[in-house]
Nanobody, 123 residues
Framework: QVQLVESGGGLVQAGGSLRLSCAAS????????MGWFRQAPGKEREFVGV????????YYRDSVKGRFTISRDNAKSTVYLQMNDLKPEDTAVYYC????????????????WGQGTQVTVHS
């Protein structure tokens, strides 16, 4: 079992920044991909970005490239999502997940999810 707890969400003005954290505990995470997804009201959960637990490779959806950065601290078993230049369309509940390194872009590839943290960007 893997437990994930997100934090760091909040209300921010457009152009502002937030850093989300995802603290992981439980079994070893070495073989997992750690992904960030988001879900806006009335929409499906969508891929935001991913990082491998054992390497630094990252991938992002096009709309956040250059604005969002994923990193991790293995000693703290924590993954971060640094979000800069936030836009109103980034408003959503953000989730972190631990899943299959071969299916990291789809929610189906994830076995474990956190409870989510709300990010609201106002113009």
């Amino acid at each position: 079992q893997v437990q994930l707890v997100e934090s760091g969400g909040g209300l921010v003005q457009a152009g502002g920044s937030l850093r989300l954290s995802c603290a992981a505990s439980g079994r070893t995470l070495a073989s997992y991909a750690m992904g960030w997804f988001r879900q806006a009201p009335g929409k499906e959960r969508e891929f935001v970005g991913v990082i491998g637990w054992s390497d630094d490779t990252t991938y992002y959806r096009d709309s956040v490239k250059g604005r969002f950065t994923i990193s991790r601290d293995n000693a703290k078993s924590t993954v971060y999502l640094q979000m800069n230049d936030l836009k109103p369309e980034d408003t959503a509940v953000y989730y972190c997940g631990a899943g299959d390194v071969d299916n990291w872009a789809s929610t189906e590839g994830y076995d474990y999810w956190g409870q989510g943290t709300q990010v609201t960007v106002h113009s």
